[in-house]
């Protein structure tokens, strides 16, 4: 296992930007990044490191090979959604230290729009159904409860958040009223056909897709809105084992939730209403994170992850 959580110095790219757990770089103006730019124009290189984060907190230590989980499977649900929508791709030739961990993309002008997609009711979608009955002003049938599927999958968008601050879920209309209302259509449209398509290749491979969160942008060279950041990963998304599904309880799920559970737990000591630091994840949380990651990767994908 390896395991990568802090920025490479990387021939031909200067670091620009690290969030929770990407890595941003830009071409420099050696003659290995002046060639970058002119294959490719405006691109940034996309590194995804072995930081995970858990209630607005970066963990220590990382989760070994979670960047190439988290690389690999975007690169393949974007092969699975081409005919759909385009993607920020342009190449997968990265230096060798971030291989398998980093793709070249075209730089988007972002819509500022966490879209959101739910075919399930829970996390913040089933905090907002117990107050109101409905979620950012979708009205849902009574009676719902923890893991519900809903009767058709809901587009529920939400405000990008500044790093370690909340996301907030927001109304169609406040979308309408940030980026026009062509624009909140086809944002809307395309995340509904992505989770579709995504929703049904999941569950022929016995995985649930309850929800994910999916980022677009306007190309500047085409003018399309394409699909950018990663997408359909455990990281952006809750996929559950299907024979697992049990509605009215937490579902077991394919991501970092062993890293919430113990960071909740007595175990840990850490009290998340405080600011303090959470502790060190142990091994034995680290690794079992990890196994559900490749997991997660394998299911879907029904090949190994080669590392």
Sequence with gaps: MTSTTTSAVLPGWTHTYSGKVRDLYVPDE???????????????????????????????????????????????????????????????????????????????????????VRGYLTGSGLAEYRVSG???????????????????????????????????NVPFSAVVDSVGAESAETLRSLTLAVYARAEAIARERGVILADTKLEFGTDPVTGAVTLGDEVLTPDSSRFWPADGWQPGRAQPSFDKQFVRDWLTSPASGWDRASDSTPPQLPDDVVDRTRARYLEAYERLTGTALVI
């Excluded at 793709?103 to 500022?112: A, E």
């Excluded at 002003?137 to 500044?162: N, Q």
């Design 30 to 116: 050696s003659p290995a990044g002046r060639a970058v730019t002119d294959e490719h124009g405006d691109v940034v290189l996309v590194v995804a490191s072995d930081r995970v984060s858990a209630y607005d907190h970066v963990l220590s230590p990382g989760i070994p090979d979670k960047g190439v989980v988290l690389t690999q499977l975007s690169l393949w649900w974007f092969e699975q959604l081409a005919d759909l929508v385009p993607n920020h791709v342009v190449s997968t030739d990265v230096p060798e230290a971030v291989a398998g961990r980093a793709m070249v993309c075209r730089r988007l002008d972002m819509f500022p729009v966490e879209c959101v």
């Design 134 to 168: 409905s979620v950012t002003g979708i009205e849902l049938p009574d009676g719902l409860v923890d893991g519900s599927r809903l009767p058709e999958a809901i587009f529920t968008p939400a405000t990008k958040a500044e790093l370690g601050e909340h996301d907030e």
